[in-house]
């Protein structure tokens, strides 16, 4: 009985940092770019140790241990908080809601474990140097490390089953931008004496039971460095022991003020503001401290960029690549730069336009013409990433691309591919919504859902253009730097390099081979539910909209995988470059320029807002 009115809240609201529309795309940029800063610090000073043969010491391995933990914790939160900004209805189910209190509570108190573990090992470092290594051998670390993880996660178990105890059968707007006990307690209408005690205890308790091993540890340090008669000695144990001070007092100081005190209005509306510090920019900040204030870390970083300087030292030879172009041929430059430039005016009108027009027309607010739109945004990048630079090589003797701007270019071309890709699958799966799951369709494709099926295939197309870019700029450059292309593209790049290129083959044809056959399994499984969906519509009208919708995508997903299809999945060869330079005119420009065509000729919703706009423009004019 004692969870039987739980099933009354089944999600709650979030309602997170500010209630003021204007300030929820700022927010959202900000704390995305907060989010990525933490995920490049505290990967870096994973890999960093990981490479770096000198940070193989217990001290580093407990530090890879603090920034895999920073990046967990970040990762608990952000995304739905991002989500949430940019959506309408910001609401976690009650299920997702428990899974974050567990997750929080248990890397809060891990990590209160790993900064006295790593107290402790910077103890046995300065004072009893000689015995440093046996008694902090790799089996000592590992349960070291072990320790903190384990009763972390079983503490956040025990806290996690008395807030499930809860029950909650009045409101479930929950004044906070992630689920934390004290905005809970607020809300549950059954009694939570046990709850409040256990949360005080077990808080109380692991905060001062691990600053105590902190404090005492740090007593016999600082009474050890003063001792030393090295003036350098003094100074690298102060370093070292610096950066973890600063790590402490950071994260003790927002979690104290945090927890250790009674849940009330003004103290849920404080920790907000606390949490904001913990949650995103103590995570951030941490391997920027230890790498600005350690030694080690500087010398391991200014190594690692010195060999990449020494492996790519032939690129201050190769500063820049001429692009040879679609043509030598002197009288037809200014008639392709024509061409060109009107097939360019056209890509940016008519994809701006089907923006705008989207934007404007009430009735074209719905998913499929929302993601639409993003496919207009994609195509016009495409477009932009290589025309500009195309057009300027027809009317300039020097036909250059700096090596930066080459990879740059290689970098956007391939994540707005793969951001194209998934782009095409996700309207085939709205499609699929629309038309076989009529109605659920606006459940199921919520604003928020929309808004998750768009950041996808960017977030992913952006991390595969630059792993894909990472292998090419591995590349060595030390013989001819002509591109037999008009832009910078993998294949041509591949002939030029004097190093190996069996790496930068294989992933580029695996990952283009996986993520073609992947998208486009989810674009046929797709089709394959909606065509007989279709054919069992009893309404001829509703057959022929159904097939007009779905015309107008199948034929974009044609055009454009053909070509792919074409363009990546096959050996760079001399005869395959040549073949790709006129695959790549009709992908890059002509592709762009047909998508919001094929939309507005073939689909009677958008031919409808258009003339709407039009006759409305004649009225006033």
Excluded at 599 to 608: A, F, I, P, Q, W
Aim: charged share 15%.
């Amino acid at each position: 009985m004692v969870r039987e009115n739980a099933t009354l809240v089944t999600e709650f609201i979030l309602l997170g940092l500010t209630d003021r529309p204007e300030l929820q795309p700022i927010l959202f940029a900000l704390f995305l770019m907060i989010y990525l800063i933490t995920i490049g610090g505290n990967f870096g000073m994973l890999i960093l140790i990981r490479i770096d043969s000198r940070l193989h010491s217990p001290m580093y391995f407990f530090l890879a241990s603090l920034s895999c933990l920073d990046l967990c914790y970040s990762t608990n939160v952000t995304p739905k908080m991002l989500v949430n900004f940019l959506s309408e209805k910001k609401t976690i189910s009650y299920a997702a809601c428990l899974v974050q209190c567990y997750f929080f509570i248990a890397m809060v108190i891990t990590e209160y474990y790993m900064l006295a573990v790593m107290a402790y090992d910077r103890y046995m470092a300065i004072c009893s140097p000689l015995l440093y290594s046996s008694k902090m051998s790799k089996s000592i670390c590992i349960r070291l490390i072990a320790g903190p993880y384990a009763y972390g996660f079983l503490s956040g178990l025990l806290e996690t089953m008395w807030t499930y105890r809860l029950s909650f059968c009045g409101s479930n707007t929950i004044n906070h931008f992630y689920c934390a006990d004290p905005p809970l307690i607020r809300l549950s209408c059954s009694d939570t004496f046990i709850k409040k005690t256990s949360m005080f205890v077990v808080a109380g308790f692991n905060l001062s039971n691990s600053l105590l091993i902190i404090l005492i540890s740090y007593i016999f340090i600082l009474i050890t460095i003063l001792r030393m008669h090295s003036a350098e000695g003094r100074q690298k144990a102060f370093s070292t022991c610096g950066s973890h001070l600063v790590a402490v007092t950071v994260f003790y100081g927002t979690l104290f003020c945090m927890y250790v005190r009674p849940p009330t209005d003004k103290s849920v509306e404080e920790s907000k503001i606390i949490a904001v510090f913990y949650t995103f920019v103590s995570p951030m900040l941490n391997p920027i401290i230890y790498s600005l204030r350690n030694k080690d870390v500087k010398q391991a970083l200014r190594k690692l960029i010195k060999r990449n300087e020494t492996t790519s030292r032939n690129f201050t030879c190769v500063t820049e690549f001429i692009l040879l172009g679609l043509t030598h041929r002197l009288a037809l430059q200014i008639l392709l730069f024509l061409l060109f430039l009107a097939i360019y005016l056209a890509t940016v009108a008519g994809n701006v336009g089907m923006i705008i027009l989207i934007q404007v027309n009430v009735r074209l607010h719905t998913p499929m013409y929302f993601f639409l739109s993003h496919l207009s945004f994609v195509d016009l990048c495409f477009s932009s990433s290589v025309t500009p630079k195309m057009l300027e090589i027809f009317l300039s003797e020097k036909k250059t691309i700096s090596y930066a701007a080459c990879l740059v270019q290689c970098y956007l071309f391939i994540a707005l591919v793969h951001v194209e890709i998934y782009i095409l699958a996700v309207m085939a799966f709205d499609r699929y919504m629309a038309i076989c799951n009529p109605l659920l369709y606006g459940i199921k494709m919520s604003k928020s859902v929309c808004m998750f099926l768009i950041m996808v295939p960017y977030v992913y197309g952006a991390l595969t253009g630059l792993m894909e870019t990472m292998w090419t700029y591995h590349l060595v450059f030390c013989g001819p730097n002509e591109i037999n292309h008009f832009y910078c593209a993998d294949p041509p790049l591949i002939k030029l390099a004097c190093s190996d290129t069996t790496n930068k083959e294989l992933s580029m044809f695996v990952v283009a081979g996986c993520n073609l056959s992947f998208s486009l399994l989810i674009i046929l499984i797709s089709y394959l539910y909606i065509f007989p969906a279709i054919l069992r519509i009893r309404s001829t009208e509703g057959r022929r909209k159904a097939f007009s919708t779905c015309g107008s995508h199948l034929t974009a997903v044609i055009i454009f995988y053909s070509t792919l299809f074409f363009m990546y999945l096959r050996p760079p060869s001399q005869e395959s470059v040549e073949q790709g330079k006129m695959v790549a005119v009709f992908y890059t420009t002509v592709i762009p320029m047909l998508n919001p065509m094929i939309y507005s000729l073939r689909n009677k919703d958008v031919k409808e807002a258009l003339t709407r706009e039009l006759l409305r423009k004649k009225l006033f004019s």
